[in-house]
């Protein structure tokens, strides 16, 4: 982290320097707006701090130069007492905040802070639009934090190497973007073809994997190719394939010791060459060991293992990941990009957020249409005690919101969310219908 001091006084220089260095920032200090000129670049990443009054040129002047080389570029003014009508026209004119004399350290802390965390939301967003204006269908992996710049690091090393990949997370971490990162990282040229295991019913698997001719089955009227076939020479993406049927498993296995298919009604064998990447939120291990899933399918596809952190594990990225899913929303509905205040943004990095990413990227597209009835998605909370509310509607309220929690974390997926929930799929719809939940929603 850096930061530019602009400080004629030089014993304030000098305490004001040590405050920084101390909070972590290295510190280019001038006695001068004309000497500080110099290091002022619209790639800068870190912040300015000066004051108002300084000899020659002011720290007036000096915010106009930095408006015109980069408006986002945050300039903190420190001012007198008497000038703090002055320092309320520089934030007019562009300054993020100001100080007033004499200031405290964690006062000086504080706003140095909020506005590198700015400073770096801008330039991360800015990158991201570079890389998606360069290459529009490559997903990003949003965020700095320790968790995702491991993350990068692995994807960066994985993707050349062609080995086949497991994927664990949570429903809704981003296992499908991930994948789609290492696909795009790597030198297949073929399709990426993505397979929800969870979603086919048994009695299509097979077809809709392996293809048949004409006449293998009632209904086959026409030779059709499988999603196996369709990905040679490209990625075979296997979602939540701890739900693919056991005798399915098999099947898998052998073509991928064998590199080779058969077409449902076939005889022919078909040379393939994919690279499967399988995720799962289950243990696999564990589903093997119970006897639900084939140790040796395990074995095969888990060469190399990513695990990919929940949203809690990687709170720091939530400001970053709000600024994307809502700029990228409001550009698709042809909206203005809504603003927060600090405290809303310590409310959501707070919040459990128990669908992870896509729960947050579903709340950011509310926020931009203006349909979120609360600041913040808090934590579900117990019906309070004084309430005005019945208790039959209180009880009817709590359970409402735990559905519809529970709704955004599967993605609206209803199967799922009352196999999670522990109720049968028509108790669920029914309660959807009472709620008036369902519109909009997967079923």
Known sequence: MQAILVEDEA?????????????????HAYASAEQAQGALDAAFDGVIVSDVRLPGRSGLDLLAQVVALDAELPMIMVTGHGDVAMAVGAMRAGAYDFIEKPFGAERLMDAVRRAQERRSLVLENRRLKTAWALHPDTPQLVGRSDAIERLKVLVRNIAPAGVDILIHGQTGTGKEVVARLIHAASARKGNFVAINCG????????????????????GAHKRRIGKLEYANGGTLFLD???????????????????????????????????????????????????????????????????????????????????????????????????????????????????????????????LVLGIVATPAPASVAAPLAGSALSLPQQLDAYERELISRKLDAVDGNVATAADQ???????????????????????
């Open 11 to 27: 014993p304030l220089r000098l305490a004001t320097t040590q405050t920084l260095e101390l909070g972590g920032f290295t510190v």
């Open 199 to 218: 979603a086919l019913p048994e009695s299509v698997f097979e077809s809709e994997m392996f293809g048949h001719e004409a006449g293998a089955f009632t």
């Open 240 to 366: 939540e394939i701890e739900s693919m049927p056991m005798a399915l498993q098999v099947k898998l296995l052998r073509v991928l010791q064998e590199r080779q298919l058969e077409r449902l009604g076939g005889n022919e064998a078909i040379a393939v060459n994919f690279r499967i990447i399988a995720a799962s939120k289950a243990d696999l291990l564990e589903l093997s060991n119970e006897g639900r899933f084939r140790e040796d399918l395990y074995y095969r596809i888990g060469v190399a293992t990513i695990d990919l952190p929940r949203l809690n594990e990687r709170r720091d990225d939530i400001a970053l990941l709000m600024a994307h899913f809502t700029q990228d929303a409001a550009q698709r509905y042809g909206r203005a990009a809504p603003q927060w205040s600090s405290e809303q943004m310590s409310q959501w990095q707070a919040a459990e957020w128990p669908g992870n990413v896509r729960e947050l990227r579903n709340f950011a597209e509310r």
């Open 421 to 443: 929930l522990g109720v049968p799929r028509k108790t669920l719809y029914d309660k959807l219908k009472k709620y008036q939940l369902a519109p909009g929603r997967k079923m």
